[in-house]
């Protein structure tokens, strides 16, 4: 499946942004699909995961109630709302998706098998 992400930006802290990740082609009920991000000089980390059969989500320790996951299936797109952004949000953010995952390896990069380009999110002080 190709993935291409979009919504980054310039924000200030404290705002909110939504990013976009729609799916070209067949989305199988196995699969889930993720937001990762980078910022300089770090790994990638897992921020958010939704399984795509029952719509199940899952979030890094301390994102959860800031950042929320969803998707429209009509559409093929999984959504990441941010909100009360702060600068250490600031990174490349990318979407992934991976069938057959089971949960210990969500948080993973290497156990995606389809990434998005990724999209910068800068929040200024």
């Known amino acids: 499946v190709q993935l291409q992400a979009s919504g980054g930006g310039l924000v200030q802290a404290g705002g909110s942004l939504r990013l976009s990740c729609a799916a070209a082609g067949r989305i199988d009920s196995d699969y889930v699909m993720g937001w990762f991000r980078q910022a300089p000089g770090r790994e990638r980390e897992f921020v958010a995961v939704?399984?795509?059969?029952?719509?199940?989500?899952y979030y890094a320790d301390g994102l959860k109630g800031r950042f929320t996951i969803s998707r429209d299936r009509a559409k093929n797109t999984v959504y990441l709302q941010m909100n009360s952004l702060k600068p250490e949000d600031t990174a490349v953010y990318y979407c992934?998706?991976?069938?057959?995952?089971?949960?210990?390896?969500?948080?993973?990069?290497?156990?995606?098998?389809?990434w998005g380009q990724g999209t910068q999110i800068t929040v200024s002080s």
């Open positions: 939704l399984r795509w059969n029952n719509g199940g989500t």
């Open positions: 992934a998706a991976a069938s057959r995952l089971i949960y210990s390896s969500f948080g993973q990069p290497s156990s995606y098998s389809s």
